[in-house]
């Protein structure tokens, strides 16, 4: 069973750093394209990030680029979100979310999400 | 930057037929893809590539995708069909989410 799990969510104040983890099981992890997908509260949904199977390429929503960094370590089959410089409107949930780059080309998984809150 | 447009909400009565636009520039000429969202819970993808159904999701969901509209049908509507649903696209190496529908079953 395809599992992804998410932790790290928190309070945390603005100009403040966070980093998400996501353990994935239950499948290949190192074959597969990982993203960051975010939904503020009572919003939809967001795109934030997205890493290729071995790293090598990395794709960010214009709004957090230079300020937050996804990063994969497949010995661990784990996937992180580096947040810095952390403003109010980055306060959602974040989910961890598998896409199938060999298949249906869509986001096919996804974790329950953590919640990040950035507030003085 | 690329935007998908959907109605803020549809209803429909049980048993009768949703359909959830998507509009688009040419997206048509791009894969829709189609997410369901329950209160409290992950998104759950329910169409991709404009028309295809991912392993246990009824045959009730179906979609379309031509000009610059991709919808959502949802035939026979249950209510445990109520939720948000969102479309979404691949443009320029990112991934757009359409602004979402909150579909209730009346």
């Known amino acids: 069973e395809v599992q992804l799990v998410e932790s790290g969510g928190g309070l945390v104040q603005p100009g403040g750093s966070r980093r998400l983890s996501c353990a994935a099981s239950?499948?290949?992890?190192?074959?597969?394209?990982m993203s960051w997908v975010r939904q503020a509260p009572g919003k939809g949904l967001e795109w934030v990030a997205s890493v290729k199977q071995d790293g090598s390429e990395k794709y960010y929503v214009d709004s957090v680029k230079g300020r937050f960094t996804i990063s994969r370590d497949n010995a661990k089959n784990s996937l992180y979100l580096q947040m810095n410089s952390l403003r109010a409107e980055d306060t959602a949930v974040y989910y961890c979310a598998r896409y199938d780059s060999r298949g249906s080309y869509a986001f096919d998984f996804w974790g329950q999400g953590t919640l990040v809150t950035v507030s003085s | 930057s690329y935007e998908l447009t959907q109605p803020p909400s549809v209803s429909v009565s049980p048993g009768q037929t949703a359909s959830i636009a998507c509009s688009g520039d040419?997206?048509?000429?791009?894969?829709a893809y189609w997410y369901q969202q329950k209160p409290g819970q992950s998104p759950v993808l329910v169409i991709y590539?404009?028309?295809k159904r991912p392993s246990g999701i009824p045959d009730r969901f179906s979609g379309s995708n031509s000009g610059n509209t991709a919808t959502l049908t949802i035939s026979g509507t249950q209510a445990m069909d109520e939720a948000d649903y969102y479309c979404?696209?691949?443009?320029?190496?990112?991934?757009?989410f359409g602004t979402g529908t909150k579909v209730t079953v009346l």
């Open positions: 979404q696209a691949w443009d320029s190496s990112t991934y757009v």
């Open positions: 239950g499948f290949s992890f190192s074959n597969y394209w």
């Open positions: 590539q404009d028309n």
């Open positions: 040419t997206l048509g000429n791009k894969f």
